[in-house]
């Protein structure tokens, strides 16, 4: 069975760091796509960050050049690096298997809450 | 503000048939759908179009014409209850992956 555990969200400053981490089990990060999404409080879905088989990444608008997703094969783990955090980047983070343009995400992890206040 | 639209909410009797529409979507794109239960994270429920995953009830469908896409939902059942999310790839934005805004379904 194809499970993902976030860990790593936290109470954080505005401008601070935090790095979240998404644990696979039952199939390989390195080969498959892989996505971050979140949903601040209240509110939907949104796409945050994917990287392709391949290592490339592509980030969305609101997180570009703050956000940088990773993973590390040697613990099959997938990460998100987030650098000068911003009150609107509060929200639940989930992690999940997908992201080629044609893709759908399954499955996906149970979350972790990043709470940006000061 | 969402590139796919979705109803902000519908609503049923237990044993009726409800529709969440999703409009916007590019047409070479397929659109997959995603229930939230509260608290929970997000389900695959229906995915490229029309196909459900294992495990997922047949009384939930999903199809798709030109930029709008439906999932309907047969025989509703009070544990339906949750938000439903439409998903799909949008090139007009330089390539991103877009989610619609939701649809919470009220189960009377």
């Known amino acids: 069975e194809m499970q993902l555990l976030e860990s790593g969200g936290g109470l954080v400053q505005p401008g601070g760091s935090l790095r979240l981490s998404c644990a696979a089990s039952g199939f390989t990060v390195s080969d498959n796509y892989m996505t971050w999404v979140r949903q601040a409080p209240g509110k939907g879905l949104e796409w945050v960050s994917v990287?392709?088989?391949?290592?490339?990444?592509y980030y969305a608008d609101s997180v570009k050049g703050r956000f940088t997703i990773s993973r590390d094969s040697s613990k099959n783990t997938l990460y998100l690096q987030m650098k000068g955090l911003r009150h609107e980047d509060t929200a639940v983070y989930f992690c999940?298997?997908?992201?080629?343009?044609?893709?759908?995400?399954?499955?996906w992890g149970q979350g972790t809450l990043v709470a940006v206040s000061s | 503000q969402s590139v796919l639209t979705q109803p902000p909410s519908v609503s049923g009797a237990p044993g009726q048939r409800v529709t969440i529409s999703c409009t916007g979507s590019?047409?070479?794109?397929?659109v997959h759908w995603y229930q939230q239960l509260a608290g929970t994270a997000p389900k695959l429920l229906i995915y490229r179009n029309t196909n459900r995953p294992s495990g997922v009830p047949e009384r939930f469908s999903g199809s798709k014409s030109g930029t709008s896409a439906t999932l309907v939902i047969s025989g509703l059942q009070a544990e339906d209850e949750a938000d439903y999310y439409c998903q799909s790839f949008d090139r007009t934005l330089g390539g991103i992956w877009v989610f619609g805004g939701g649809t919470k379904l009220t189960v009377l």
């Open positions: 590019g047409p070479g794109y397929d």
């Open positions: 990287i392709y088989r391949g290592g490339s990444a």
């Open positions: 999940a298997r997908g992201g080629f343009t044609t893709d759908w995400y399954d499955p």
